[in-house]
């Protein structure tokens, strides 16, 4: 099925251990996201990638750290996890030729005990 | 900066009654705008979305929403509901520069209630 797909949909970890969330868009975009969702279902861009290339890096905190291997995958990897990471955490997908329509996959629910 | 407001936390209709969820913008250009849903443990699903044109967009699953450039404005519609349709719905206007996808700006969401 062609979509957006993240792994692992749950994640339960210790605060201070480092994790990391994988994300594969099999669409042909050229454009990868990763959003935060909090307790309160707000959501927040936190990084974009063009072709690879970092173009928004919100303000997060610098144990946040995205990686892009090639434009159809789009990993977090998080150190020293604290508790107020704990949260939703969504990958998305666009096309820059069609508008950025995005598209989102499943969530990853990040719980730092 | 770009901002949204949807200011219904929680909107409860009878099922087969209209629908109007309210979303409110602040961008210097032209938006971009979205609505998208949020069934519980599930992911975003693009509803409809508005870039130019008609400024009476359709969308899946019978939603429509219209752009008022005069007043910032983007109300999702649905004439009927349905009991699925009960789930958590969010606004977003997106700010794409020449050089890359800045990403969308969301609401804080409107909690959709379907009462039998």
């Known amino acids: 099925d062609t979509a957006v797909s993240q792994t692992p949909k749950y994640l339960v970890t210790q605060m201070g251990n480092d994790k990391s969330i994988k994300c594969e868009q099999n669409l042909g975009h050229d454009t990868m996201y990763w959003y935060k969702q909090d307790s309160k279902k707000f959501l927040k861009i936190m990084f974009s990638?063009?072709?690879?290339?970092?173009?928004i890096n919100e303000t997060v905190p610098n144990r946040f750290s995205p990686k892009s291997p090639d434009k159809a995958h789009l990993n977090l990897h998080i150190n020293s996890l604290e508790l107020g990471d704990s949260a939703v955490y969504f990958c998305?997908?666009?096309?820059?030729?069609?508008?950025?329509?995005?598209?989102f996959g499943p969530g990853t629910r990040l719980t730092v005990t | 900066a770009q901002s949204v407001t949807q200011p219904d936390i929680h909107i409860t209709v009878s099922e087969g009654a209209s629908l109007e969820l309210r979303c409110n913008y602040s961008y210097g250009a032209t938006p971009y705008l979205f609505w998208y849903v949020q069934s519980p443990g599930q992911g975003l699903q693009l509803l409809l979305k508005y870039f130019s044109g008609d400024t009476l967009v359709q969308g899946i699953k019978g939603f429509e929403a219209e752009f008022k450039r005069s007043q910032s404005s983007f109300n999702l519609r649905k004439p009927s509901v349905h009991w699925s349709d009960a789930a958590e719905y969010f606004c977003?206007?997106?700010?794409?520069?020449?050089?890359?996808?800045?990403?969308?700006?969301f609401g804080k969401g409107t909690h959709l209630i379907i009462q039998p």
């Open positions: 998305a997908s666009s096309l820059r030729d069609n508008n950025y329509e995005q598209y």
């Open positions: 990638y063009n072709n690879k290339e970092l173009i």
């Open positions: 977003a206007v997106g700010a794409f520069s020449g050089g890359g996808a800045d990403g969308l700006t």
